[in-house]
């Protein structure tokens, strides 16, 4: 028989691991950094992306749970008897720029899935670890922010709306076109720099909407932000309004549009020119 597992838990350890792991090193950061080579995203590791990575897979060893790692970082890693039985998808640093920086934006994202989709993440966590803000979500539990239930805005016209855009890509000039409609109806745009967690501002209504349709961000830095946009009731999908369902690889790609609620969703659909979809 399967061991039962309290995934939730586990997920709330592994944060509470990084907190404590990445103390000493946020002390340290204005010293020269050492050169760590590219992760398995393609950008240069980070100490401090290394330690939170490594935090999340001790925690789950004490557990003792048979898993499959699929992080930002190392790539794709295979852990005890069964490794097929869970698939652990994790960004262990979403926003590593402003943490260096010292731009108090960025988290540390996990979901555990029954396979390397994201169809079939069960649970999530994104935790602010700047201002110790968790957001966790369970399959048809709803999605909690810091243990309080949370929905997203009930806002409905573009004027009102804050919405985040991710417009960070050499490809500006391909990407701007498509954008230039929704941009010139809308009053407060924003981009905070850790995408994890501007997706759940739109779980728990703090903001409205977050696109990124530059179709470069991967599926390790959202995969647990779509549970937590999912059980909010808040909407996501791809830039087309079709269902999002990709693998989950720190190489796939991913782009879309989540939005607090079904009418901001369908205007903005009708004013985002798609890019092209993601396989
Ligand atoms: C980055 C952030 C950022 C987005 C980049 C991502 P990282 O994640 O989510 O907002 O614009 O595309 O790579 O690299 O800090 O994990
Ligand atoms: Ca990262």
Redesign the pocket.
């Known amino acids: 028989m399967k061991k039962q597992i309290n995934w939730l838990d586990i997920l709330i350890r592994c944060k509470n691991n990084i907190q404590e792991q990445i103390k000493p090193l946020l002390k340290k950061l204005d010293q020269p950094q050492p050169n760590l080579g590219i992760g398995a995203?393609g950008?240069p590791i980070k100490q401090i992306d290394l330690a939170a990575e490594s935090a999340i897979i001790n925690t789950l060893r004490e557990h003792e749970v048979s898993f499959t790692l699929i992080s930002?970082e190392s790539g794709i890693k295979k852990y005890g008897q069964t490794p097929n039985d869970n698939f652990v998808t994790t960004?262990p640093?979403?926003?590593?720029?402003?943490l260096v920086r010292g731009i108090p934006f960025?988290a540390t994202s996990i979901a555990v899935s029954t396979k390397p989709t994201i169809n079939t993440i069960h649970t999530a966590l994104v935790t602010d670890l700047v201002h110790g803000i968790t957001y966790t979500a369970q399959k048809g539990k709803g999605a909690y922010r810091n243990n309080q239930k949370i929905t997203p805005s009930k806002t409905e016209s573009l004027e009102d709306a804050v919405i985040g855009i991710?417009l960070?890509t050499y490809k500006i000039q391909k990407i701007a076109p498509k954008l230039t409609n929704l941009i010139q109806r809308t009053k407060h745009i924003r981009?905070?720099?850790?995408?994890?967690l501007?997706l759940c501002y739109v779980a728990d209504g703090t903001t409205d909407a977050f696109l990124d349709i530059?179709g470069?961000?991967?599926t390790t830095?959202m995969a647990a932000a779509w549970l937590i946009i999912k059980e909010a009731s808040a909407k996501i999908t791809t830039p087309k309004g079709k269902l999002l369902n990709v693998k989950l690889s720190p190489k796939q790609k991913v782009a879309f549009i989540a939005t607090a609620n079904q009418k901001i969703h369908k205007i903005m659909l009708s004013l985002v020119k798609p890019e092209k979809e993601m396989k």
């Open positions: 995203g950008d930002e960004d640093i979403d926003g590593t720029t402003n960025y991710d960070n981009h905070l720099g850790a995408n994890a501007e530059r470069k961000l991967r830095d």
